[in-house]
């Protein structure tokens, strides 16, 4: 099994099924849309020609649709390649996966914000707000992110 990064789909194309919508100028590589990692409007950035993203706000970024697959749905690297197609069976077996390590420190920044997220949430949730379903999504990836960072440091 190999990733061939040739069946990536096309980054406009990608963003948009992702509900994402992208303004700005037609002939413009760049596009503006907004951020689906900190909810903010209209401060993800989002090359057209490349795939790659930056949250002018979080400083959220990637390389490409792969990266951004991998953030917004909490996938590890083979897995988005698998949903994105990218994933190819050449015969060989698969690698060993294995998570790289995040520094204590990181670790610790990243369980403090998506906590934080969905604290926030939940007490909007307890206090009567009816979640849309972009807030449930968000909560989703939080919840699996510091879920994965209990398991490696249980």
Not at 37 to 54: E, I, K, P, Q
Request: with cysteine.
């Amino acid at each position: 099994m190999s990733f061939d990064r040739r069946l990536l789909p096309d980054p406009q194309s990608y963003f948009e099924s992702e509900g994402l919508k992208l303004a700005g100028p037609r002939a413009a590589k760049w596009k503006t849309t907004r951020c689906e990692f900190h909810g903010g409007s209209d401060s993800l950035r989002v090359n057209t020609a490349t795939g790659y993203w930056v949250c002018m706000n979080c400083d959220v970024h990637g390389g490409d649709v792969l990266a951004y697959h991998m953030q917004a749905h909490g996938l590890e690297f083979i897995e988005a390649a698998k949903a994105l197609g990218a994933w190819v069976d050449d015969g060989k077996p698969a690698p060993r996966q294995t998570p790289a390590p995040l520094p204590p420190r990181a670790a610790l920044s990243v369980l403090a914000f998506e906590s934080t997220l969905v604290a926030i949430e939940g007490t909007r949730i307890g206090n009567g707000a009816i979640p849309t379903q972009e807030v449930l999504t968000r909560m989703r990836v939080a919840t699996g992110r510091i879920n994965r960072i209990v398991e490696v440091y249980q």
